[in-house]
């Protein structure tokens, strides 16, 4: 009796997880074989005939198959065709992937309904994450007092300042985390903010930045629609504030006319300012958009598009990173700026910092978000960001002296120019998008267990944990225990005196160098959100302690007594000089990263999400 196999035709077409390791080819031959025992076909010549015919004919067919998407992204000029399909990525190893589990185990392993009620075994952690919770609603308050409705709160001056165009970016941009940590009343009055104000806001309004409003505004709408139980997700977070649907359609009209940054520009590649009462875009007064602007959006609207059922915002936002990967790089890194009316990248200048940060990060996460069983087209993203992460350890990291903190640096003019031993604390996402770029998302001992890491994977999680340590050290070298905004590592090659960060008691005190004009701190997430993913995938309770560690240090020193927490200054002196701004993605990115950290890690899978580069959860396509 002949048995099933133990996979399906569509598994082995679209490169099902589950089944990586068994090439068309090995099924192939594996079924003869089954074959061939059963009936002894080898033993009649005739038999051996009609097998060697079927293998060639399935050989053939194998070689002239193309998608129609693989023929639109093919680079230019380097590619060699064997029956239309690349002798290149026949031979190069599709990427591995996680198992996907089945839409019950996945049901059971997602089963937490709200962050307020999850099971958090161990008490310590537990009333850690209260802590965060509290700081949360500390930061609202203050907001909802004195600035509800402007984009951000001045928590000294106790008054609202529209720094980002004026959509109440902090509303949205706190609601999801709000909805993550069951605080009903704040999702209730940001909700229904979103709901009464927001889309009048967005009629009327001027010009506002395609990328901050993307990752801010519509991000903050489709984390919101899928929480609030939109596309009846498993993970209905909240029963409070409007229906999934007024978010849709809030964001569907931000989109149409952020659109237009697409569609008005000669080239691929967006402008990068829109206005928004007339659906106009223009390009910024130097003429190029930075290149983690163009490149960071697509995962919002990727998600528009699926929920919306309109193909429209998806296929504008993903032309620029087709075109991109059609352009040519220095080992997969590009500099930061682009041009929309040349469609060629600006100048030399590349670096993981800003401007340059998230088209990294969008790579990866954009891959992962199609899911297991359709990112097979997008491949090509997945080969970029493998490429640019080799290029990075090639070229960009170093290790300081004396105590040899490994760091990320930059090429300001380009890879035959001088290096830069300067690292922005933006660079400091790296750690946490190298980990779940090699695990996809799965613990490390379970990627191990089931042999999903390639070589590249490996570097890439060593290169994680070494760089994650130096971002926590750049917290713990200064007087406040709070990162600068930017800090240099002292080399053989460059060295400055008397730019400590004032922690003595720090080993690295001579390793990290600090320069006056870049000691302040705006109470940025990256650390936290590496901290954050790092636990999920290492289990290293380590990274608890460290992201405990920086929460205190923000309770001492950034937290303003009538409410809200605010910049600072100089992190290098106690008392810290404060600025008087509370940054959105402080409600935003940092208190959920930290919140989440100290939680269940069933709330928000990493296997089952992405976050977009504001925080935002986006569920994988499918799951
Ligand atoms: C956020 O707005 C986003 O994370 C963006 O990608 C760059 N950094 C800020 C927060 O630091």
């Not at 070689?63 to 380097?78: H, V, W, Y």
């Not at 395609?210 to 139980?229: D, K, N, Q």
């Not at 041009?339 to 940060?357: A, M, Y």
């Not at 990263?593 to 580069?613: A, E, H, M, Q, W």
Request: hydrophobic letters at 35%; one cysteine or more.
């Amino acid at each position: 009796m002949s048995k099933s196999l133990p996979y399906s035709v569509k598994d082995i077409h679209y490169d099902n997880a589950k089944f990586r390791h068994r090439s068309p080819l090995k099924v192939l031959s594996q079924s003869l074989l089954t074959l061939n025992t059963k009936r002894n076909y080898a033993s009649c010549s005739t038999g051996k005939f009609l097998i060697l015919i079927l293998v060639f004919g399935l050989v053939c067919l194998m070689l002239m198959s193309k998608s129609p998407n693989e023929s639109a992204l093919n680079e230019k000029g380097k590619v060699t065709f064997v029956g239309g399909l690349r002798l290149g990525r026949l031979l190069r190893k599709p990427p591995r992937l996680p198992p996907r589990l089945s839409p019950d185990e996945g049901q059971l392993k997602g089963s937490s309904t709200n962050g307020s009620t999850i099971s958090i075994s161990d008490p310590k952690w537990a009333a850690r994450q209260q802590s965060v919770k509290d700081a949360f609603d500390h930061a609202w308050s203050g907001y909802r007092k004195y600035a509800m409705g402007y984009d951000e709160l001045m928590p000294i001056s106790q008054k609202g300042v529209d720094g980002l165009g004026g959509l109440g970016a902090t509303v949205v941009d706190a609601l999801d985390t709000a909805m993550i940590m069951g605080l009903d009343n704040i999702v209730s009055e940001a909700g229904s903010w979103v709901e009464t104000y927001l889309l009048e806001r967005i009629s009327q309004k001027g010009q506002v930045n395609l990328f901050e409003t993307t990752i801010r505004v519509l991000g903050g709408l489709l984390s919101a629609y899928h929480l609030s139980g939109g596309e009846q997700g498993t993970m209905n977070m909240t029963h409070n504030g409007p229906k999934p649907a007024i978010y849709l359609n809030i964001a569907k009209d931000l989109a149409d006319r952020l659109l237009t940054a697409f569609t008005s520009s000669p080239t691929s590649v967006p402008f990068c300012d829109v206005i928004l009462r007339e659906s106009t875009a223009h390009p910024a007064p130097g003429g190029a958009s930075s290149t983690a602007e163009a490149a960071s959006v697509q995962l919002e609207f990727n998600y528009l598009s699926a929920i919306s059922g309109d193909p429209k915002y998806s296929t504008e936002a993903m032309k620029v990173l087709a075109h991109i990967k059609t352009l040519p790089n220095t080992e997969g890194l590009v500099p930061i700026y682009i041009s929309p009316q040349t469609g060629e990248f600006v100048g030399e200048n590349i670096r993981l910092g800003s401007r340059g940060d998230s088209y990294y990060e969008y790579l990866i996460k954009v891959w992962l978000q199609q899911g297991a069983e359709f990112n097979s087209n997008f491949t090509y993203l997945h080969d970029m960001y493998i490429e640019a992460m080799k290029g990075v350890r090639h070229l960009l990291v170093r290790n300081s002296i004396p105590k040899g903190l490994v760091f990320v640096g930059e090429l300001p003019y380009g890879s035959k120019g001088e290096f830069s031993p300067k690292m922005d604390h933006l660079v400091c996402f790296l750690p946490g998008t190298l980990a779940l770029g090699a695990t996809k998302g799965l613990t490390k001992e379970q990627a191990l267990k089931e042999n999903l890491l390639s070589f590249e994977d490996l570097e890439n999680l060593k290169l994680a944990e070494d760089l994650a340590k130096t971002c926590f050290e750049m917290y713990e070298v200064t007087a406040t225990g709070l990162a600068p905004e930017i800090a240099y590592f002292h080399t053989n090659e460059y060295s400055e005196d008397g730019l400590q960060g004032g922690n003595k008691s720090s080993m690295y005190e001579n390793d990290i160098i600090i320069k006056h004009a870049d000691r302040h701190n705006l109470l940025r997430p990256e650390t936290v959100e590496s901290l954050f993913v790092l636990y999920r995938i290492t289990k290293d309770t380590k990274y608890r302690d460290q992201g405990w560690q920086i929460f205190e240090a923000f309770e001492k020193y950034t937290k303003v007594k009538s409410g809200g927490y605010t910049s600072l200054d100089d992190v290098t002196e106690v008392p810290p000089h404060r600025r008087d701004k509370m940054e959105t993605f402080f409600l935003g990115e940092t208190l959920k990263y930290l919140y989440l950290l100290f939680g269940d890690d069933s709330v928000i899978p990493l296997d089952k999400f992405v976050f977009n580069t504001e925080a935002h959860p986006l569920p994988i396509r499918n799951t």
